[in-house]
């Protein structure tokens, strides 16, 4: 009785146990491994910039034969996991790829606190991380203690400092005064933002007149808006999150807050808050940008609306896409698959990329886009720590 | 001791000691799972200890876990870990004793409601005091703890609240909580002091639920109120508890082991459909497993001793 | 003044958030985990239906809302009314019921997200402003607010004066008793929870005008409803209303007095404050 109870039991799990272990060696493949949100809090942002560009990639490099290595192309093998925003799963998918799906190479996860909670096995079995939506202001700290790192996507102080100094040129040119009002989200980059932001804007001789958080998931910014409004500013600055973002726009419009700039932070580089707002949208100033001019990203455009049916966001999802690039060209300049020499690679070569070239000082991306605005329907890089072609920027002229 | 447990013993220990030699042989992908089998572990068999007998739902789990996960990364350049560890214990024991005192009043689907409200109203003051006070929306955990150390720690905090959990089950306190569990009104009229045994228990479990927070600290990093004090870890310790059965000290075991190796082949095999099927299996159990994991073991192995008597009849 | 009217326009919305709840488990007495799920449904309805006809969510509603009673009828009948026959007691369903919508919820997530994507959704609809006693607020929170005031009338009224509200109240009260006197109590513990998720998907459709959405966002509205529908009291739904605008009130009189970032640890204390010392809720009149 109890034994073939038991002998029913077994061989399903049996059957489990040998898919899990099985690793069909494939030849002239190389496996590389992904780990994401796909549901839960952070599914909707890294929907938008994180899988398409995969997907992408991918897709192209394997449409021109593979990735090019001294033994001859390899195809991609893709392996992705959904996380759902648990930084739980996230270790285990990264540990998964290492150990049992034996990748050669994983690409970094989502987030800041995904990507600081899995370095650690990333520098174990020594896979090189090219962390692009990671932004910490402890760079220099967490370089040296985990030696295979990379930021592409840039630091606090950076995009805090560039909006500070767009407002100052705004305001010698008389285009604006010297009310600041300053509002952010109370989660991870929002604070992080705000915190950064305070001296940077006071030191270039900013009066913020008004300086309030709004938790995140808060189904009312009313208050904030009417609030920011009352301190009657010149500049509206929102260090926001994707719902926010929206939702703050949205009220500016009802309530009509006229200021010549106004800025929110994550999410208004999203196709879709053009989409929405289409004319109100033009003069926004948003976290992020690029140059949608140059032929690389008008190439890259095309090729995301044709292969993932919908279009890039104008900030991340290029910089996900250019550290792919970025992989790609240290795994075909190394000519194998080897790791340790595709993370030394990655330290010394400069490499070509949709976001122009990028090259690691200390296994840091020094040259990134900071803010950007919407111009005539497009989203222009306006600011950047060493990025040519950046627009001078607009006025915002109401809504 | 009875006999039955003595002869349980040295099986316990054995599963015990195998558990301990996992890191000598995998450091890897299986390690880390069975990190998660250990750390639910503890919360769930932590959780049944009080909610078990008593059958007050609480989602306050969440709560203690993220406050231990704060006392390791606030303190961690101040103090000692095992010292931190310590304290979070502590810290864990005196908000449980807040809140039981605080809902000694509500019952039923109230206690259950007012441990979210309170669990996310923790979260929330966390979340201001980080935005006003400090630099970052995180703080960072960089230790040289490895998985395994992890590991071990977590093992020896299961080995502790199995033991707890014995020896509570066959204490004056047990007892006294099974009969609050079936009529707490029986209970008070046997005098019983219903309040102090509730209470006594609620601390246990959350103490231990703010220790397993602290141990996990150094794997995470990088703590942030939205991830340390995320809801879905409250609801997961219950649902693993509740589906392996709690009337077993045992039973919250059988349910956290299959669920997140359950789990694991859906997020291996189907990346995008992952929690889509999640909630299917879950379902599918709820329906076909009604008694939880224990119930159905239980109900096997009484067949097979009613199988085996009739054989020798 | 201005707190007022946004506290009266977010208490509009909690509302509608709420009341599908309250039906679901004050009458129905299922706690559906998956109730804020259905929400977003009824958002991605008023969305599809806009981005596709052009069709107004004010117009969509009328879709959504009977399409919405239907699927949440056959929920009950073939997911939920088996937990119920075979619950030997309270405990028990209670028990069940939160397994089953937990799971329920899940797999809504993972719906969602393989029809429309895991992406942020949003739409411009009435976002205009619209002048009351010198102020300005969005048209789209205007209308919002009107939906919800007339199903709660709707339903207050419907409950309070029909034959079927009274069974419905009934049933809510005592339904071994309500059994005895002839009222087929299954088929109204279905009606209930139908039409609560009827109502809560059509606060989705009207949400989704001002609210910016995802298919993962609903455990937020889950746990809003929650705390509402307890902190009112969960047999009463004129109690679930009067809640749902005071935590308006004070969300919004926190946000604009104190400080923004304060809103939900203010909206949680409330709801602790008025469990501890007034145990069964507001409205609450005897124990479950």
């Known amino acids: 009785m109890l034994k073939s109870k038991f002998r029913k039991l077994l061989i399903p799990a049996l059957a489990i146990g040998a898919i899990l272990m099985a690793n069909p060696a494939a030849s002239e493949t190389i496996k590389i491994g992904a780990v994401a949100p796909k549901t839960g809090p952070l599914a909707g942002g890294s929907t938008v910039t994180h899988w398409p560009s995969i997907q992408l990639w991918v897709n192209q490099v394997n449409a021109q034969g593979g990735l090019k290595l001294k033994s001859g192309p390899a195809k991609i093998e893709l392996i992705e996991y959904d996380d759902r925003t648990n930084p739980g799963e996230t ?33 174990k079995y020594g896979y090189p991380q090219i962390t692009t939506t990671a932004i910490t202001d402890k760079i220099p700290e967490l370089t ?5 790192i990379f930021f592409t996507l840039g630091d606090t102080t950076a995009f805090t400092k560039s909006v500070a100094e767009i407002l ?105 808050y053009q989409a929405k707002f289409q004319s109100a949208a033009e003069g926004v100033l948003g976290a992020g940008g690029v140059n949608p001019d140059t032929p690389e990203m008008m190439a890259f455009i095309k090729a995301h609306n044709e292969v993932t049916g919908k279009a890039p966001d104008y900030w991340a999802s290029p910089v996900v896409y250019a550290s792919l690039q970025v992989l790609q060209q240290a795994i075909e300049g190394v000519g194998n698959k080897d790791r340790a020499a595709v993370s030394a690679f990655l330290k010394e070569n400069s490499f070509d990329t949709v976001i122009g070239p990028i090259k690691f000082n200390n296994q840091n991306n020094e040259a990134f886009w900071t803010v950007g605005q919407w111009q005539n329907g497009k989203f222009y890089g306006v600011s950047s720590t060493g990025r040519p072609g950046a627009k001078p920027v607009k006025a915002k002229s109401g809504w | 001791m009875t006999k039955r447990e003595k002869r349980s013993i040295i099986p316990v220990f054995l599963i015990f000691a195998s558990a301990a030699l996992i890191p000598l042989v995998d450091t890897g992908y299986w390690l880390s799972i069975s990190i998660s089998v250990v750390m639910y572990t503890v919360l769930a068999t ?132 099974r009969i609050i569990g079936n009529d707490e009104i029986v209970a008070a009229h046997c005098g019983i002091n219903t309040a102090r045994a509730k209470i006594v228990l609620f601390i246990v479990s959350g103490s231990i639920a703010s220790v397993t927070g602290a141990l996990l600290s150094p794997r995470w990093t990088y703590v942030e109120p939205g991830i340390a004090f995320s809801p879905m870890i409250s ?79 | ?119 942020y959704f949003s739409y411009s609809y ?45 049933v ?41 959405f995802d298919a993962s966002v609903g455990v937020i509205f889950t746990m809003k409803a929650l705390i509402i529908v307890i902190m009112g009291g969960v047999r009463a739904i004129n109690g679930v209303i009067i809640s749902a605008f005071i935590l308006g009130f004070v969300e919004t009189a926190v946000a604009t007095l104190i400080d923004p970032g304060l809103t939900l640890a203010a909206a949680y204390l409330l709801f602790i404050f008025i469990l501890l010392f007034k145990p069964q809720g507001l409205f609450g009149g005897h124990a479950s």
């Open chain 3, 126 to 170: 009435l976002e205009q402003p619209f002048n009351l006693l010198n102020q300005s607020y969005g048209l789209n929170r205007i209308a919002a607010f009107l939906v919800s005031v007339v199903f709660c009338v709707a339903l207050y009224i419907w409950i309070n004066r029909t034959q079927t509200g009274l069974t419905l109240r009934a």
């Open chain 1, 91 to 123: 270790i285990k998918a990264v540990q998964r790829l290492a150990t049992q799906d034996k990748v050669d190479f994983i690409i970094a996860p989502y987030g800041t606190g995904f990507n600081l909670a899995t370095a650690p096995i990333f520098a």
């Open chain 3, 1 to 119: 003044m201005d707190i007022v009217v946004i506290g009266l326009l977010l208490g509009g919305t909690y509302a509608l958030i709420a009341i599908g709840l309250q039906l679901q488990y004050g009458v129905a007495r299922i706690m559906n985990l998956a109730n804020g799920e259905l929400l977003v449904a009824g958002s991605f309805g008023a969305f599809w239906f806009f981005s596709s006809a052009q069709l107004s969510p004010l117009l969509s509603l009328f879709i959504v809302t009977p399409l919405a009673f239907v699927f949440n009828w056959l929920i009950y009948q073939y997911l939920i009314r088996p937990l119920v026959r075979r619950a030997k007691n309270r405990g028990q369903l209670e028990v069940d019921s939160i397994l089953a919508t937990f799971g329920l919820s899940f797999i809504f997530v993972g719906l969602m997200t393989a029809i429309f994507g895991g992406e």
């Open chain 1, 144 to 148: 040296k203690r985990y030696p295979n």
């Open chain 2, 46 to 177: 932590s959780w049944t200890l009080f909610s078990g007998p008593t059958h007050y739902i609480s989602l306050a789990t969440a709560a203690f876990f993220g406050i231990g996960m704060y006392t390791v990364a606030g303190g961690l350049e101040l103090l000692p870990f095992p010292f931190l560890v310590f304290l979070a214990g502590i810290i864990g024991a005196i908000l449980a004793a807040v809140i039981g005192l605080a809902t000694l009043r509500l019952s039923g689907v109230y206690f259950v409601i007012f441990t979210l409200g309170l669990a996310e109203f923790i979260r929330q003051i966390f979340t201001w005091v980080q935005t006003t006070m400090g630099t970052s929306s995180g703080l960072y955990v960089l230790t040289d703890i490895t998985e395994s150390i992890i590991f071990w720690e977590l093992l020896a905090l299961a080995m502790l609240v199995f033991g707890l959990g014995w020896w509570i089950g066959r204490s004056r306190l047990g007892f006294a909580l």
């Open chain 3, 172 to 212: 809510a009260v005592a339904p071994e008793s309500a059994g005895l006197v002839g009222i087929n109590v299954p088929n109204t513990l279905a009606l209930a929870f139908a039409l609560g998720g009827a109502v809560t998907a059509a606060g989705g459709a009207s949400l989704s005008m001002f609210l910016t």
């Open chain 2, 235 to 313: 609801f997961q310790v219950v649902i693993m508890a509740l589906l392996g059965g709690t009337h077993r000290l045992w039973g919250p075991l059988l349910g956290v082991i299959p669920f997140t190796l359950l789990w694991d082949v859906i997020s291996t095999f189907f990346p995008n459909q992952t929690t889509l099927l999640l909630g299917i299996s879950f379902l599918l159990i709820v329906y076909l497993i009604p008694n939880g994991i224990v119930g159905l073991v239980e109900k096997i192995y009484s067949n097979w001793i009613s199988g085996n008597r009739e054989q020798f009849n």
């Open chain 1, 168 to 272: 100052s040129k705004m305001r010698d040119d008389g285009t604006i005064g010297n009310r600041v009002a300053m509002v952010n989200v109370a989660d991870a980059f929002g604070i992080e933002l705000a915190n950064a932001a305070r001296p940077i804007f006071k030191s270039a001789g900013f009066e913020i007149v008004y300086d309030k958080s709004y938790p995140l998931g808060t189904q009312d910014l009313s208050p904030v808006v009417k609030g920011a409004k009352a301190s009657n500013p010149d500049a509206f600055v929102a260090w926001s999150y994707p719902p926010d973002t929206f939702g703050l726009t949205a009220l500016a419009k009802i309530e009509n807050l006229n200021v010549k700039a106004f800025y929110t932070a994550v999410a208004t580089a999203f196709p879709a």
